[in-house]
Each structure stands twice: as C-alpha cells, then as structure tokens.
T-cell receptor, first 117, second 114 residues
C-alpha cells in the first residue's frame, strides 16, 4: 500500500506558541490530503481537506485561523496550530488518497501527538 | 449528527472463531465504504473496502458485507487471531458536497482471546 509519513511523531510545546506538523506522501502524489483529530477513546474527526495549490476546506466548527493548512506540493501538506492552548492537545493524523489503485482508499500517516503545557 | 455509527464499543472473541463487527449509516449518498484497523498512538491501517454497488468483498480472512436497504455493513474476520486485537473503524465516502470526504464511525475495540 501507499506510504504516508508525519513529522514530528510527538511534540510538547508551551501555551501560546505555534507548532507545525508535516504530512508527506512518500511514494505517490496526492492532490488532496485530509487532516483529522482524535480525542482519547473517540472517533477520527475530520478537520479539513487540504488541496494542492488552493485553499483548504475546513469542517464546520474548525477555526481556520487557528489551524493553518498549506498544501505546498503534491507530496506535502502542513498543519500549523497557532497560539496553541492546552485544549489543542490531541492526536493529529493526516491521510491521502492513492489514485494509482481504485483511488478510494485513504492511507494514513502514523499520527502526531501534540501536548500543550 | 452521527452519520456513521458503530454501536458496539467493544467485542471479545475466542481465537479461531469468527469476529463480526457492525456499522450502520444514515446517508444513502455514500458511495464507498472502508474498514480500518487502529492501534493506540498509530494511524489507521486500511483493511478492506466495498463499493456501494456491491454487496460483498472478500480478502483473505476479511470479508465485508453491505446491505444497502438496511444501510448496514459488517466486517467478518475468520478465523480470528490474537494479532487482530485492535480498534476497528468503518468509514464512508461522502460525495454530496461536490468534493469528497470520509466520515468515520466511533470504532469497536476487538479483543481476541487466546
């Protein structure tokens, strides 16, 4: 299957600072990537759809000025959590579709654990 | 409004027996369904999928059944192995907004007992 990587795998930051998380498709190109957030013992919540070369599409209730998404190339999307607060602590996961196959399957990165102190 | 539901938060099965994980959905416009397996602190791993025009797809020990009239799908794992113990998510592809996105259920924690 396709490989998606995320960096960093975990990060601890102080309240008020910004954190950037990278999502890369390693062996395929992805015009669209997705960013999810998962709270403990809960489902994956779609935050936004990242589109290469255009603005991201945010889900209702997700602050676009707080969660900045940049899809700079066909293999890289970044999520920046600006002015992070403890309530932003969560597990962030990205995914991408590999259209070399059926195109329907999403492949996920390993996730990034963010802890804001 | 939970469009994809997994009503059983957990399931325990004896090794060698069949595991059946269920998922219900409400949106008849979903065109593709997927099952993922997830370990703690890792990203989900794709298992198997099914198009809305089919009613069954099989891949090794994994079979997914789709009942469109009931808006229900299930994942069968047979025989179950201890390594199958994980959280399983079903997901549905939503194309109603003009683009597409994936809606996930709340997950079912499967424990296979040796």
């Amino acid at each position: 299957g396709a490989v998606v990587s995320q960096h960093p795998s975990w990060v601890i930051c102080k309240s008020g600072t910004s954190v950037k998380i990278e999502c890369r498709s390693l062996d395929f190109q992805a015009t669209t990537m997705f960013w999810y957030r998962q709270f403990p013992k809960q489902s994956l919540m779609l935050m936004a759809t990242s589109n290469e070369g255009s603005k991201a599409t945010y889900e209702q209730g997700v602050e676009k000025d707080k969660f900045l998404i940049n899809h700079a190339s066909l293999t890289l999307s970044t999520l920046t959590v600006t002015s992070a607060h403890p309530e932003d602590s969560s597990f962030y996961i990205c995914s991408a579709n590999d259209f070399r196959g059926t195109g329907y399957e999403q492949y996920f990165g390993p996730g990034t654990r963010l802890t804001v102190t | 409004d939970q469009q994809v539901k997994q009503n059983s938060p957990s399931l325990s099965v004896q090794e060698g027996r069949i595991s059946i994980l269920n998922c219900d959905y409400t949106n008849s416009m979903f065109d593709y369904f997927l099952w993922y397996k997830k370990y703690p602190a890792e990203g989900p791993t794709f298992l198997i999928s099914i198009s809305s025009i089919k009613d069954k797809n099989e891949d090794g020990r994994f079979t997914v059944f789709l009942n469109k009239s009931a808006k229900h799908l299930s994942l069968h794992i047979v025989p179950s192995q201890p390594g199958d113990s994980a959280v399983y998510f079903c997901a549905a592809r939503d194309i109603t907004s003009g683009t597409y996105k994936y809606i996930f259920g709340t997950g079912t924690r499967l424990k296979v007992l040796a």
